[in-house]
């Protein structure tokens, strides 16, 4: 076994960089939604956002969890970095009155769905990584690498996406809305349609990626001569300096 390095590589720093833009594309193509077959209809983001995931996979699976939790961090902080700079572009005023409605569809993004997006963000990518990881440990010694890296992808995003969707939905769409307005923002059937469908899609998304993210592994752990099994290691969410 290959103890994990303490420094960062060229290769954990651009798939980091990339997981991080993925994350914010994600967040601005969501306000375009696109009917993908019959009565079925996903936001733009599906386009990007399963991408993060399957990045997330390959960190915990060549770096191990310690190194995927910095990553999630860092995504997290971009995203509320860039949300942040879209709140003060949109309050500052336009040349001229009016002159920036389409800007400010797009960039004023709505404090419940930032909120629920970012909780929603939290927790699955780290359920993604913690499941990607516990899996590894038990798959350690068995061969069949294919198969078995196959098998924890598949669930370790189905486990992320689950709670992704099932945390971002009812509370953008359901729970917040109730509170501040006293009424939903989409029907209950609606709503549970839309979080059935997405998890779906973005795992069907993972399983017909495989092969491409199988050479990714492989060639990553070769070029950088580490395959990282996470013993006695915490999995505390915020021991952030642990690499």
Same mark, same amino acid.
């Given at each position: 076994?290959?103890?994990?390095? %303490? ?24 306000? %375009?939604?696109?009917?993908? &077959? ?24 060549? &770096?191990?969890? $310690?190194?995927? $939790?910095?990553?999630? &961090? ?19 005023? @336009? ?8 800007? %400010? ?34 798959? /350690? ?10 098998? $924890? ?23 917040? *809305? ?8 989409? @029907? ?13 899609? %973005? ?7 495989? *092969?491409?993210?199988? $050479? ?5 752990? /070769? ?17 952030? /300096?642990?690499?």
């Amino acid at each position: 076994m290959t103890h994990a390095k %303490k420094q960062v590589s060229v290769s954990f720093m651009l798939m980091g960089i990339l997981f991080c833009i993925c994350l914010v594309a994600a967040n601005l193509l969501e306000t %375009k939604v696109f009917k993908l &077959w019959g009565p079925v209809s996903l936001t733009c983001g599906f386009i990007v956002f399963p991408v993060s995931y399957i990045l997330n996979d390959v960190i915990a699976e060549v &770096w191990g969890y $310690r190194k995927a $939790r910095l990553i999630i &961090w860092v995504g997290f902080a971009m995203n509320f970095f860039v949300m942040a700079l879209a709140g003060v572009a949109c309050a500052l005023p @336009p040349i001229e009155p009016g002159s920036d409605e389409a800007f %400010k569809k797009i960039f004023a993004f709505a404090p419940q769905i930032v909120v629920a997006s970012l909780i929603a963000f939290i927790i699955g990518s780290f359920l993604n990584a913690l499941v990607m990881s516990k899996m590894k440990m038990a798959d /350690r010694n068995k061969g069949h690498f294919n198969f078995h890296f196959s098998m $924890r992808a598949i669930l370790s995003t189905l486990a992320g996406e689950s709670a992704d969707s099932f945390i971002f939905f009812p509370l953008a769409f359901y729970i917040f *809305p109730t509170i501040f307005t006293g009424e939903p923002a989409l @029907p209950f059937n609606v709503m549970i349609g839309l979080m059935v469908t997405q998890v779906i899609a %973005k795992t069907l998304y993972e399983v017909l990626v495989l *092969p491409i993210t199988i $050479r990714i592994v492989k060639y990553v752990k /070769r070029i950088e001569g580490t395959d990282v099994y996470d013993d006695n290691i915490s999995y505390s969410a915020f021991k952030i /300096r642990d690499l």
